[in-house]
């Protein structure tokens, strides 16, 4: 399997000037570069404890044929769509109660797109 996170998001409870104030840092002719490295650490974070902390969407392809595939990132808010990753066509499928799980009608190598939304877990603590 391989995800490619199509959008970033920085998370509500956290800034740039909470960084520069945790750094100690007072000028702001690097906060592009401060933004840079905190949206990259947030997605880490993310990545490594298979939440999110921001709303972001996401492209999982499936490396072989399944017939139900893992979604990460969780919360998963909607899969948008799910596509035969040789045909291009839209396949049929179900979710389970919590949409972390893809159920195919017909085993595939898919291409499924979804977006997840920000858990209430304080960011910080991470």
């Known amino acids: 399997m391989r995800l490619q996170r ?5 998370a509500d409870n956290i800034s740039v000037e909470d960084v520069k104030l945790y750094a100690n840092i007072s000028t702001t002719t690097r906060d592009e570069e401060i933004a840079s490295m905190l949206v990259s650490a947030i997605n880490k974070v993310e990545d ?3 939440i999110s902390l921001t709303d972001n969407s996401f492209i999982l392809y499936s490396e072989k044929k399944c017939k139900s595939i893992n979604l ?3 919360p998963v808010s ?3 769509s799910v596509k035969d990753a ?5 396949l049929s499928y179900t979710t389970n109660y ?3 799980v893809v159920y195919l009608y017909e085993e595939a190598d ?3 797109e979804y977006t997840t939304t920000a858990t209430q877990y304080n960011t910080i603590q991470f």
């Not at 199509?6 to 920085?10: E, P, S, Y």
């Not at 040789?86 to 839209?90: A, I, L, N, Q």
């Open 48 to 50: 490594i404890a298979n």
């Open 72 to 74: 990460y990132n969780l």
């Open 110 to 112: 898919v291409i499924v």
């Open 6 to 10: 199509i959008t970033k998001g920085i």
């Open 78 to 80: 909607a899969v948008t």
């Open 98 to 100: 919590d949409k972390s």
């Open 86 to 90: 040789v045909t291009g066509t839209e």
